[in-house]
């Protein structure tokens, strides 16, 4: 299942902070971490001081099953070189790059432009049950689909509790 690699960061240092965009979507991104950071899969504050404004975030889905997560992402027009896939102290990092295509002469006018282009960055902390060695990545026809498997012994103490009256 795996034609996209999976980087491994951990050691890797960290980028400095740098000031928050006090304008954008970031505050209010920022404003929800605080609240959300200690759940799964929880979106990571990108803090590289890079504008990521310039492409709307992939949307992206996460399930579970006994097994595993699946996370997938919808990312129309890229191919398999625009994106990256990195992991680094447990948190995975989608990150690319979607490229303005001009077929047109360069005299010519642009009169509409409705898509985005521009460059991207979406960050997961991966719960603890995820076998982070075994993760594997697939994209096929604008989906990424990456296979976050569960460790033996995470699947082994799922149970159902049952509930007195």
């Given at each position: 299942m795996s034609n996209l690699s999976v980087n491994n960061r951990s050691d890797d240092k960290k980028s400095s902070g740098s000031f928050p965009n006090l304008f954008g979507q970031h505050?209010?991104?920022?404003?929800?971490?605080n609240f959300t950071s200690h759940l799964p899969f929880a979106r990571e504050a990108i803090g590289s001081g890079e504008s990521k404004l310039d492409f709307v975030n992939p949307k992206v889905d996460i399930t579970e099953s006994k097994k595993a997560y699946t996370l997938t992402a919808e990312l129309p027009g890229l191919d398999n070189d625009d994106i990256a896939l990195d992991l680094s102290d447990g948190i995975l990092t989608?990150?690319?790059?979607?490229?303005?295509?001009?077929?047109a002469d360069t005299d010519d006018n642009v009169h509409v432009m409705e898509r985005n282009y521009g460059s991207f960055q979406r960050s997961f902390r991966l719960p603890v049950s995820v076998e982070q060695d075994a993760i594997e990545a697939e994209f096929k026809k604008g989906l990424l689909k990456?296979?976050?498997?569960?460790?033996v012994k995470a699947q082994e103490l799922q149970r159902k509790i049952k509930i007195s009256n």
């Amino acid at each position: 299942m795996s034609n996209l690699s999976v980087n491994n960061r951990s050691d890797d240092k960290k980028s400095s902070g740098s000031f928050p965009n006090l304008f954008g979507q970031h505050v209010f991104d920022d404003f929800v971490q605080n609240f959300t950071s200690h759940l799964p899969f929880a979106r990571e504050a990108i803090g590289s001081g890079e504008s990521k404004l310039d492409f709307v975030n992939p949307k992206v889905d996460i399930t579970e099953s006994k097994k595993a997560y699946t996370l997938t992402a919808e990312l129309p027009g890229l191919d398999n070189d625009d994106i990256a896939l990195d992991l680094s102290d447990g948190i995975l990092t989608l990150s690319g790059q979607k490229k303005y295509e001009n077929e047109a002469d360069t005299d010519d006018n642009v009169h509409v432009m409705e898509r985005n282009y521009g460059s991207f960055q979406r960050s997961f902390r991966l719960p603890v049950s995820v076998e982070q060695d075994a993760i594997e990545a697939e994209f096929k026809k604008g989906l990424l689909k990456v296979k976050l498997p569960k460790s033996v012994k995470a699947q082994e103490l799922q149970r159902k509790i049952k509930i007195s009256n």
